[in-house]
């Protein structure tokens, strides 16, 4: 028999007690399985934004916020950034293992297959209004992708499942680039699939049937790496949104929509758009204490966007790849001379020193970055968050996936605290008043 780890609650007022078994991850901090609670003691437990709360078992990606360790599939990101591709990264979450040469050649294949959108997807986006947000587009879009694929919904069957896995992360790219070149009124471009994945993207971004389009190398590597940091971090407010919807039986667009709408809030994705915008505030390096100081005020609801992580407490391994590239990038597009940058690295230098940053483990995120490097490469700054929800895909999509192999798979169903009004009797309108 196996040594089972307990810990034992017990409530001083009743003087009942129960037994939690503490269950062991491969990394990491163990879990106390606190199923039993409400039965034996009768409580809930408090969490609010579930800062102590594992909601699944996941053997997709480890992070160490302590120790700033982002690992997928087991591997460290740091080496993943240096040595891989955005496309061998999905193959690497979904499957679970780097593909061999014959298995890369086929989901290559398997992927370009599915990257040209319906046409009825674009008379679709023609509905939007020009300025609509990209990002608004997008959650409406990929939501009604489900529409296009009746015969292939059945969420019970595994290969319905890894074809709308595939179909969404071949697609995403194709129909970001449809949303940005409808708001800009040019013409939609078709994928091009002799092109790398990246490539791809950027050929419809900003091609036009009327001119040759090559995208600079550089360009193409700084992208690719912002996507491969990108592409899943555990249990973030997206991917639970995505599990969460998923328990219920949804189908994978609606979840994966649902994943995009909260990744859209700046607490979130939306960090690298509202980076940008503050830096553009600020403007003046002369001008960062003042902002620092709005920051550390109570009173002030403003905050330094691209500070700051739940998760991270140290460093964001994530920011320390990036922080490099961004630097690189911005040398070899000769944008070396960016205020913008000096306004970053300048604000990254007051806010790393001063006490109230340091006391709180306050360090620039990746968003911090990234946001910096899309805009180098003339990604207009609405595309930012959507630039970040295609990287993404791949994580939410595996994560769903995950989610029917569990065996102890339930509906997500939070309890919560009630402390509204308290019973009281219905009274007819004649006698309110
Ligand atoms: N600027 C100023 N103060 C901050 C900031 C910030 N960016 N972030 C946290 N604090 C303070 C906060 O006021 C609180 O202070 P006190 O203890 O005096 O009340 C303390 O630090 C702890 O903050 P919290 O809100 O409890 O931390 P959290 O873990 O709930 O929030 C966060 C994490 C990322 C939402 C938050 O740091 C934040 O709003 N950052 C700015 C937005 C941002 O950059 N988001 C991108 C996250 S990375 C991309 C991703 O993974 O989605």
């Given at each position: 028999?196996?040594?089972?780890r307990?810990?034992?609650?017990t ?16 990394h990491?901090?163990?879990v ?21 709360t ?10 160490d916020?302590q120790?700033?360790?982002?690992l997928y599939r087991?591997?460290?990101i ?5 040595h891989s591709?955005?496309l061998?990264?999905?193959h690497?979450?979904?499957y679970?293992?780097?593909?061999d040469?014959?298995?890369w050649?086929?989901?290559n294949a398997?992927i370009?297959?599915?990257?040209m ?5 674009r008379?679709?986006?023609a509905?939007?209004n020009?300025?609509a947000?990209p990002?608004?587009?997008?959650v ?7 529409t ?5 919904l ?7 499942r ?9 697609k995403?790219?194709?129909?970001a680039?449809d949303c940005y070149k409808?708001s ?5 471009m078709y994928p ?9 993207f ?6 036009v049937?009327?001119?040759p389009y ?14 491969i940091l ?7 407010a ?8 998923g ?6 667009y609606a979840?994966?929509?649902a994943g995009?709408?909260?990744l859209w809030?700046p607490a979130?994705g939306?960090?690298?758009e509202?980076v ?8 003046d ?5 003042k902002?620092?100081?709005r920051?550390?005020d109570?009173?002030d609801?403003f905050?330094?966007m691209?500070?700051g ?5 140290s460093?964001d ?19 070396g001379?960016?205020?913008l ?8 230098e007051?806010?790393?020193?001063d ?7 306050l ?21 930012f968050t959507?630039?970040?929800?295609i990287s993404r895909?791949v994580?939410?999509?595996?994560h769903?996936?995950?989610f ?6 339930r509906i997500?169903r ?11 009797d219905?009274?007819p309108?004649k006698d309110?008043?």
């Open positions: 028999m196996t040594n089972r307990l810990v034992t609650i409530d001083n007022a009743s003087g009942s007690s129960v037994e939690c078994e503490v269950l062991e991850g491969v990491g901090r163990s106390l399985d606190i199923r039993a609670l409400p039965s034996k003691l009768g409580y809930f437990t408090y969490d609010p934004g579930f800062a102590s594992a909601s699944c078992s996941s053997a997709i990606t480890y992070i916020g120790e700033g360790v982002l087991g591997y460290p740091e080496q993943l950034a240096e591709s955005f061998e990264i999905c690497l979450l979904l679970g293992e780097l593909p040469k014959a298995r050649k086929e989901f398997e370009r297959r599915h990257t959108v319906h046409e009825g997807i008379r679709f986006i509905g939007y020009h300025d947000h990002m608004g587009m997008l409406g879009i990929v939501g009604a992708l489900s296009f694929y009746h015969d292939t059945d969420i019970s069957d595994p290969e319905h890894e074809l709308a896995a595939i179909r969404l992360i071949a995403l790219p194709s129909i680039a409808y800009i009124g040019q013409p939609f091009i699939n002799s092109l790398g994945y990246v490539e791809n950027l050929q419809m971004m900003f091609s049937r009327a001119e090559i995208p600079s190398p550089v360009a193409v590597r700084a992208l690719e790496l912002m996507m990108h592409a899943d971090h555990e249990q973030n997206s991917t639970s949104t995505v599990r969460l919807a328990s219920s039986g949804a189908n994978p979840c994966v929509a995009i709408a909260t809030g979130h939306g960090a690298n509202a940008i915008n503050m830096l553009q505030d600020i403007s390096p002369a001008e960062i204490p902002y620092v100081e920051a550390k109570r009173n609801p905050r330094l691209g500070f992580h739940r998760v991270y407490k460093f391994p994530r920011a320390t790849i990036i922080r490099q590239a961004c630097h690189d990038l911005l040398q070899d597009l000769d944008a001379n960016q205020p940058l000096e306004v970053a690295l300048r604000l990254e007051i806010a790393l020193q006490e109230y940053f340091i006391e709180r483990n360090y620039p995120n990746v968003d911090f970055y990234s946001g910096i490097i899309l805009r180098a490469l003339g990604i207009p700054l609405n595309m959507v630039i970040f929800a895909s994580g939410w999509v595996t769903w996936m995950e029917f192999t569990a065996d102890d798979q997500g939070p309890q919560q605290r009630y402390v509204g009004a308290a019973r009281r219905f009274v309108m309110r008043g």
